[in-house]
């Protein structure tokens, strides 16, 4: 249950409401516009090239791990200790589990060199490339 409420959280701070093909709907609605548009959207790119057409290549990309550890108790009763007089009770033992989860995304966008969009693309997971997506909305 834990690993549930966590991952819930994660999702929605990553804006996980928008899908991937929220975001390949959003990126082909860029073509034929001024790639400005793009980058006020997006924030700045992570890598820009020179093009041998006299265009440009913006990358954005996102590579994280997020990490986290469960724990649940082993037993709800507890567990009497045999050499305690007083009769008390200490908590079951803990099982601890930990996971990694990798989210990862990259959006690329081509222009002429009249500055506009001419294609776009996009790879990585959904989770990863939520964000982009949310922005783009």
Do not use: H
């Amino acid at each position: 249950m834990n690993k549930i409420l966590i991952g819930c959280a994660a999702a929605l701070a990553l804006g996980a409401c928008a899908s991937a093909g929220d975001l390949k709907v959003s990126l082909d609605s860029l073509v034929g516009q001024p790639v400005q548009r793009a980058v006020d959207r997006l924030g700045p790119p992570a890598a820009q090239s020179d093009d041998s057409d006299g265009g440009k290549t913006y990358v954005w990309e996102s590579n994280y791990d997020v990490q986290y550890s469960t724990s649940q108790p082993t037993s709800t009763l507890g567990v009497k200790d045999p050499n305690d007089v007083a009769g008390a009770t200490t908590p079951g033992a803990q099982a601890t589990s930990s996971e990694a989860t990798n989210y990862r995304c990259f959006v690329r966008v081509t222009t002429g060199g009249d500055g506009l969009i001419k294609t776009t693309a996009w790879g990585g997971n959904g989770d990863g490339c939520a964000a982009y997506a949310s922005r783009l909305r």
